[in-house]
């Protein structure tokens, strides 16, 4: 019991720390309070070493859909089809220089909701790997994903490139990340 109530705690907390006002507004309103997320904001790790690049993002399914209940209409439920289609391509999430002529090694997705299962927040997560045989030229990437959903205002970056480690916040009017 005493366990439980400290988790409760925490997680408040942190809730709170992460919050906007709109999303603190939706998180006191809930009951439950677990897996608490910013919506409009995701993240990005990117790992750029050698001819390697790495990104695993993480994207509350309330920016890519507007909600994160289980599609009720028939239009959001086109609309949770065609997101797990597009979502099967790596370029709906990132564009790379050409010149860095890099292939895609592997590209994970997994998201909850597209198993049919919900949650007070649910996430769309995603790994993409990619082998460039020009890593010179690989020194900048776009998020093409602000431009596909409006309300993703921002994704939190943090990152290792040949330059060292760094960590920024990426806006929609300005999608790309340079290093
Ligand atoms: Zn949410």
Redesign the pocket.
Known sequence: MTVMKQGAVFICVLAGALSLAS?AD?VSADSHVHA??T?GLGSLELVVQGGMLTAHFDI???SLLGH?HLPRTPAQKKAMVELQAATGQASYFITLPAAAACKLVSLQVNAAMFKGKTA???DLDAELEFSCSQPSALTQIEIPLFKKHVRLSALKVDMVSPKGQSSVTLKAKDPVLRW
Do not use: L, R, T, Y
């Open positions: 999303a939706k608490a997320h919506h509350p399914m309330e994160e007070e927040h649910s």
